[in-house]
């Protein structure tokens, strides 16, 4: 068993929604980066973050964790704020909808929807842009054997850090110790 962590649930829900090769381009929603301006989009825009987990059971082997997911909705360039709530209604109920006691074909409970929240500030509406968060709750669990230090070692020699010239470290740091050496 591998323990899924929030990024596979982020790309299982990306494939799903964006990059399904068997639904048609205009009937995908388009992949946004909210932490970019948007200045355009020919179709709904949509971005997944699975934000918060909480521990819910903590045994001697084994942890459940309770993972918050929010799927941000962004709908641009409609003539109307009232044809903007026309058209973003029906895509948090499609959304609510389609994931409703969904696995995603990973080891997790299945999803449930909690809540959705406008969170279109001024800035969006001067751009003429809608601004929903659609959140879900799921559930993994994992055990000691499944995370170790080697999967954290995995990851660490997996990421590329640019090299800047800066050393972490100026000397070796005897840890439990207040002398260094």
Same mark, same amino acid.
């Given at each position: *068993?591998?323990?899924?962590?929030? #990024? %596979?649930? =982020? @790309?299982?829900?990306?494939?799903?929604? /964006?990059?399904?090769?068997? /639904?048609?381009? +205009?009937?995908?929603?388009?992949?946004?980066?909210?932490?970019? +301006?948007?200045?355009?989009? !020919?179709?709904?825009?949509? #971005?997944?973050?699975?934000?918060?987990?909480? %521990?819910?059971?903590?045994?001697?082997?084994?942890?459940?964790?309770? *993972?918050?997911? /929010?799927?941000?909705?962004?709908?641009?360039?409609? @003539? #109307?704020? =009232?044809?903007?709530?026309?058209? *973003?209604?029906?895509?948090?109920?499609?959304?609510?909808? @389609?994931?409703?006691?969904?696995?995603?074909?990973?080891?997790?409970? $299945?999803?449930? $929807?909690?809540?959705?929240?406008?969170?279109?500030?001024?800035?969006?509406? =001067?751009?003429?842009? *809608?601004?929903?968060?659609?959140?879900? =709750?799921?559930?993994?669990?994992?055990?000691?054997?499944?995370? !170790?230090?080697?999967?954290?070692? !995995?990851?660490?020699?997996? /990421?590329?850090?640019?090299?800047?010239?800066?050393?972490?470290?100026?000397?070796?740091?005897?840890?439990?110790?207040? +002398?260094?050496?």
């Amino acid at each position: *068993m591998n323990t899924v962590i929030a #990024s %596979d649930i =982020e @790309a299982a829900l990306k494939a799903k929604f /964006i990059e399904d090769p068997n /639904i048609p381009d +205009e009937k995908k929603f388009k992949a946004i980066d909210v932490q970019k +301006e948007i200045v355009a989009l !020919s179709r709904p825009g949509l #971005s997944w973050a699975v934000i918060e987990g909480k %521990d819910s059971k903590i045994t001697s082997t084994c942890i459940e964790e309770t *993972m918050k997911i /929010i799927g941000t909705i962004a709908v641009k360039n409609v @003539a #109307s704020e =009232e044809e903007r709530r026309k058209t *973003m209604a029906p895509l948090v109920r499609y959304l609510q909808v @389609a994931l409703l006691d969904e696995d995603l074909d990973l080891d997790i409970d $299945p999803i449930q $929807p909690t809540r959705w929240d406008e969170v279109t500030t001024p800035a969006n509406l =001067e751009g003429k842009l *809608m601004v929903v968060e659609v959140q879900f =709750e799921t559930a993994v669990e994992f055990t000691k054997e499944e995370v !170790s230090f080697h999967t954290l070692d !995995s990851i660490f020699h997996s /990421i590329v850090f640019p090299d800047t010239g800066e050393t972490a470290l100026e000397s070796d740091t005897v840890f439990n110790s207040s +002398e260094e050496v």
